[in-house]
């Protein structure tokens, strides 16, 4: 069982950066995937970002390329997302997720463990 809590959410202007973090519990971090969806209002949860166990892969929604940047710790059992040049599109709430099989997937429905959410606000 893994539980996952985000943090660092909040109000930011356009253009400021925000980092998240997502604690996790459980001696098995390290054997996890992790990534972090976002969903907005009115809209579906979609993928952000991911990392694999060994932090050697990395995966990108073409939204966040280049702005955006997922990190993990596993001493800490922590994953982080850098946010950079954030836009008000980029408004939503974030969620970190994880995953016991190998491999980064887009698909929501193949992560096992959910946080519960931290709102990210991009003034304009």
């Known amino acids: 069982q893994v539980q996952l809590v985000e943090s660092g959410g909040g109000l930011v202007q356009a253009g400021g950066p925000l980092r998240l973090s997502c604690a996790a519990s459980?001696?098995?971090?390290?054997?996890?995937?992790m990534g972090w969806f976002r969903q907005a209002p009115g809209k579906e949860r979609e993928f952000v970002a991911g990392?694999?166990?060994?932090?050697?892969?990395?995966y990108y929604a073409d939204s966040v390329k280049g702005r955006f940047t997922i990190s993990r710790d596993n001493a800490k059992n922590t994953v982080y997302l850098q946010m950079n040049s954030l836009k008000p599109e980029d408004t939503a709430v974030y969620y970190c997720?994880?995953?016991?099989?190998?491999?980064?997937?887009?698909?929501?429905?193949?992560?096992?463990?959910w946080g519960q959410g931290t709102q990210v606000t991009v003034s304009s």
């Open positions: 997720a994880a995953k016991f099989e190998r491999g980064i997937t887009t698909q929501s429905g193949r992560y096992d463990y």
């Open positions: 990392i694999s166990w060994n932090v050697y892969s990395t």
């Open positions: 459980g001696r098995t971090f390290s054997s996890y995937v």
